[in-house]
C-alpha cells in the first residue's frame, strides 16, 4: 500500500550547549505541591490557585534564624507585614517566634488582631498617622522615626500623656555598591541624623534607644551588609560619645534577596547569584561582635520578608488559549495574570508544565495574563513544550508581595490554599464574589430606580 502523503514541517530544538554562564532551562515540571497532585488541588479548589506550603514556610524561617542566631546571641526577627498580609501567614510566623513590623496605621492594627502586644510591634514607615503614632506611643511599641516632623509630634503625644518615650530613629547613608534609599529616614554624611540624634536627646520627653536603617531590596552582594554595619557602628559611637546616649537596638531592616531570577540577569538560574543566610549573617553578626564589649552588645533586629515567604507558595494557573504571534513565536494565555502576579514585572518565575511533558518539542514562548490590557505579560521569553488550552502549570515562587498588591481587576481574585505538615490543606483565603466587592457600594438615591420607575434593587 501507498503510504499517505504528510506535509513536511519545519521546527526549531533547543539544543542545550553550553556556555560560561551555564546551561539553559531545561523542560522540568511539577506535577505535585508537597505530595499533592496538582490536578487534585485544582479540581478541588478552582484556578488560579495560590498554595502555601506551611512547612517549607517554617523550614525557611528556622534556617535563617539558626544562621543569625548561631553567630550573634542577642537576635530578633520581626514579620515584614507589607510583604504578605495574610492571617495564615502572619500567624505562622509569630508562632515561630518573629515580632511584627508594620509601616501604616492599618498594619499596626492588623498586627494587634494577630495577638502581638505593642512591645513586640516594630513602627516603620515615611507616615504614620496621628493616630497611630498615639496608639504605638500607648502600646509601648518600637517606634522608629523618619523625620523631624514625627520627633515633634511624638514629643507632643509624650507630654500629653505626662511620661518618657523611647523610641528608634530611621537613618540613611551613601553605600559604594548601592544606591541610596535617602527618601526614607535621616542622612548621616550630610549630618542631618547628628542633628536629630541631638535634637532627641535635648528633650524632657523623648529618649533614643534604637538606630534603624533599610538599604534596599533583593540584596545580591552580602558585602554591602558589612559596609552598612559598620556606618551604623560610627553613628551609634559619635552620638553616644557626644550626647551620653545609650543604644539598646540596631535594626537593619531587611532586603534579603529569594531564590527567584530578576529580569535582565545574564545568569540562568537564581541560585547562581543569590546569597544564603550564613553569607548575610556572616557580614552583619562580625561587625557588631568586633565592635562592643559582650556586656553592651545591641540587639540586632532583622525585618525580613520576601527572603522567608517567597520560595512557600505557588501559583497554580492554566493554558486558556493558543495562538502565534505576528513574528511567528508560540503564545499562551492563562487564567492568571499581572493582577494575580504582580511581581513578574520584575521577575523571570519559574513556570513548569503540571505535567511530563518532556517527549514533546520544545520552542520559545510568550505568556500572557487574561486581562484585557497589553501590560499582562507573565514573561516575555521562555521554552516551553507544546502545551494545549486545558493545561496546567505551576508558577514559582510567588509567596512575596502578590497577596499584598493583587488587583480586581477584570477577574476577581481567587482561592488561597495552605498545605500543612501533616499534608491537610485549609482554604486560607475564600475566593472573592460580586457580592464582596460591591458590599461597601451604595447607589445614590436618584439612581435607584431604573429609567421606568421601578427599584433598580428588583
Known amino acids: 500500500m501507498k503510504k499517505t502523503y504528510q506535509k513536511p514541517a519545519i521546527s526549531r530544538r ?3 550547549i553550553t556556555s560560561k554562564f551555564g546551561t539553559p532551562q531545561t523542560s522540568g515540571f511539577q506535577d505535585n505541591i508537597e505530595g499533592i497532585p496538582v490536578s487534585e488541588l485544582t479540581a478541588a479548589y478552582g484556578s488560579p490557585l495560590f498554595v502555601y506550603s506551611y512547612p517549607r514556610l517554617k523550614e525557611i524561617f528556622q534556617n535563617a534564624y539558626r544562621a543569625f542566631s548561631k553567630r550573634y546571641p542577642k537576635v530578633h526577627f520581626a514579620w515584614s507585614y507589607k510583604t504578605n498580609y495574610l492571617q495564615a501567614v502572619c500567624r505562622s510566623y509569630h508562632q515561630l517566634g518573629a515580632w511584627a513590623e508594620v509601616v501604616s496605621e492599618w498594619e499596626y492594627e492588623l498586627a494587634r488582631k494577630m495577638g502581638n502586644p505593642g512591645n513586640r510591634i516594630i513602627f516603620n514607615g515615611p507616615y504614620k498617622s496621628p493616630r497611630g503614632l498615639q496608639i504605638a506611643v500607648q502600646d509601648g511599641a518600637m517606634i522608629n522615626i523618619d523625620s523631624f516632623d514625627e520627633i515633634y509630634e511624638i514629643e507632643q503625644i509624650a507630654e500629653d500623656l505626662g511620661r518618657e518615650v523611647e523610641i528608634g530613629m530611621r537613618v540613611n547613608m551613601n553605600l559604594s555598591t548601592l544606591q541610596s534609599w535617602d527618601r526614607f529616614g535621616l542622612n548621616m554624611e550630610s549630618g542631618q541624623a547628628f542633628e536629630a540624634a541631638r535634637r532627641i536627646a535635648a528633650s524632657k520627653w523623648l529618649r533614643l534607644v534604637g538606630i534603624h536603617s533599610h538599604i534596599g531590596t533583593f540584596v545580591l552582594n552580602a558585602e554591602v551588609y558589612r559596609e552598612q554595619v559598620r556606618k551604623l557602628i560610627g553613628f551609634v559611637q559619635q552620638i ?9 537596638y540596631i535594626d537593619i531592616g531587611g532586603g534579603f534577596a529569594s531564590h527567584n531570577k530578576l529580569k535582565a540577569s545574564i545568569y540562568p538560574a537564581a541560585y547562581q547569584t543569590i546569597p544564603s ?41 492554566q493554558v486558556v488559549a493558543t495562538k502565534r504571534m505576528n513574528s511567528g513565536m508560540r503564545m499562551l494565555v492563562l487564567d492568571a495574570g499581572v493582577n494575580l502576579l504582580f511581581t513578574s514585572f520584575w521577575y523571570d518565575h519559574t513556570i513548569l508544565p503540571a505535567e511530563n511533558k518532556a517527549q514533546l518539542n520544545q520552542e520559545a514562548h510568550h505568556i500572557y495574563g487574561p486581562l484585557c490590557m497589553q501590560i499582562d505579560e507573565i514573561c516575555n521569553t521562555i521554552q516551553m513544550p507544546y502545551l494545549e488550552k486545558g493545561d496546567q502549570v505551576v508558577i514559582s515562587p ?13 477577574h476577581l481574585r481567587p482561592n488561597v490554599v495552605m498545605i500543612g505538615e501533616d499534608k491537610s490543606i485549609a482554604v486560607i483565603r475564600q475566593a ?7 458590599q461597601l457600594e451604595a447607589l445614590p438615591p436618584w439612581l435607584e430606580k431604573d429609567g421606568k420607575g421601578r427599584s433598580a434593587k428588583g
Not at 553616644?240 to 539598646?248: G, T
Not at 472573592?432 to 460591591?438: A, D, F, I, L, P
Open 14 to 16: 533547543q539544543m542545550g
Open 240 to 248: 553616644q560619645q557626644a550626647e551620653s546616649i545609650k543604644i539598646r
Open 277 to 317: 543566610f550564613d553569607q548575610y549573617a556572616e557580614a552583619i553578626t562580625a561587625e557588631l561582635l568586633n565592635a562592643f564589649p559582650a556586656a553592651q552588645l545591641p540587639t540586632l533586629f532583622l525585618e525580613t520578608g520576601r527572603g522567608l515567604v517567597d520560595e512557600s507558595a505557588f501559583l497554580i494557573a
Open 398 to 410: 510567588v509567596g512575596a508581595y502578590n497577596n499584598t498588591q493583587w488587583m480586581q481587576f477584570i
Open 432 to 438: 472573592e464574589n460580586t457580592e464582596y466587592v460591591q
